[in-house]
T-cell receptor
């Protein structure tokens, strides 16, 4: 079984500052993938970044980076230079080897203030 | 390229009534998913299709929920009869077949309210 834990129900950050959203996971699969999605109030899940368990480098996509610490089973999302439009729910998810199903955490609500 | 299309976006019904949701995945995506998202929670898989075959429906409450994906493209999710606890957002997603790194693209969801 796979499990994703997001311990921060909500986070506040000022515009232009960096913020880290925490995610820990548990799996017995030797190979897996980790994802972060953004869900604005409109409801659509927007893919942000992906990290494979065997990737040597931490994934980066523009202002998003994934701080992957395999030994700690953590995959934190770092958003640099926050913008007002970053205010949304953020979900961490994982998929094990051989599966196509994503297991999601409960999410973290991020609010960016001017 | 068009994304995943879902309709309706919102639906309000009385309990015990039937309801159906429709999803059109991204062209060329063999895998289609239906997720249930309760308020304050992450999405949970209801059913996954590979082409027209339901390969994972273990979380689908089969006494009242049904789904189909005729011809391996569009899909319909039905609830009959609806209960108060079914009020939630129903998300459809699609991806290229297989692979732990394949990104899933989500539709905007259908928000169901059962009165």
């Amino acid at each position: 079984a796979q499990k994703i834990t997001q311990t921060q129900p909500g986070m506040f950050v000022q515009e232009k500052e960096a913020v880290t959203l925490d995610c820990t996971y548990d799996t017995s699969d030797p190979s897996y993938g980790l994802f972060w999605y953004k869900q604005p109030s409109s409801g659509e899940m927007i893919f942000l970044i992906y990290q494979g368990s065997y990737d040597q480098q931490n994934a980066t996509e523009g202002r998003y980076s994934l701080n992957f610490q395999k030994a700690r089973k953590s995959a934190n999302l770092v958003i640099s230079a926050s913008q007002l439009g970053d205010s949304a729910m953020y979900f961490c998810a994982m998929r094990g080897s051989g599966y196509s199903t994503l297991t999601f955490g409960k999410g973290t609500m991020l609010l960016v203030s001017p | 390229e068009a994304g995943v299309v879902q309709s309706p976006r919102y639906k309000i019904i009385e309990k015990k009534q039937p309801v159906a949701f429709w999803c059109n995945p991204i062209s060329g995506h063999n895998t289609l998913y239906w997720y249930l998202q309760n308020l304050g929670q992450g999405p949970e898989l209801l059913i996954r299709y590979e082409n027209e075959e339901a390969v994972d429906d273990s979380q689908l409450p089969k006494d009242r929920f049904s789904a189909e994906r005729l011809k391996g493209v569009d899909s319909t999710l039905k609830i009959q009869p609806a209960e108060l606890g079914d009020s939630a957002v129903y998300l459809c997603a699609s991806s290229l077949a297989g692979g732990e790194g394949n990104e899933q693209f989500f539709g905007p969801g259908t928000r169901l309210t059962v009165l």
